[in-house]
């Protein structure tokens, strides 16, 4: 299983990105998917998921109303839409594969993506 990041660079604070996550060897419309991020010097730390058919979202508190997490499974493809960047979104960003189709704990992930980093500036 190869979970492939790409769509990130460098932003200027108030601006938009947006992530892709594509697969190779898993059909991912059959389980939930996450987003993670690890700043600079910081952990990393769970971004936002969604279950396996798109009906169920959760998001980290300091994204919920900038950044959508969605699926298009007929492309084996997630996507990060973030909005209103500031510069503590800094990080470089990565998606994760599940073992359900519901979303589970942060910690239960079991196939990771290389990252994208995403640079906001002030």
């Known amino acids: 299983v190869q979970l492939q990041a790409s769509g990130g660079g460098l932003v200027q604070a108030g601006g938009s990105l947006r992530l892709s996550c594509a697969a190779s060897g898993r059909t991912l419309g059959s389980y939930a998917m996450g987003w993670f991020r690890q700043p600079p010097g910081k952990e990393r730390e769970f971004v936002a998921a969604?279950?396996?058919?798109?009906?169920?979202?959760n998001y980290v508190d300091s994204v919920k109303g900038r950044f959508t997490i969605s699926r298009d499974n007929a492309k084996n493809t997630v996507y990060l839409q973030m909005n209103s960047l500031k510069p503590e979104d800094t990080a470089v960003y990565y998606c994760?594969?599940?073992?359900?189709?519901?979303?589970?704990?942060?910690?239960?992930?079991?196939?990771w993506g290389q990252g994208t980093l995403v640079t906001v500036s002030s």
């Open positions: 994760a594969s599940s073992d359900r189709t519901g979303i589970p704990a942060p910690n239960r992930y079991s196939y």
């Open positions: 969604i279950s396996w058919n798109g009906g169920t979202t």
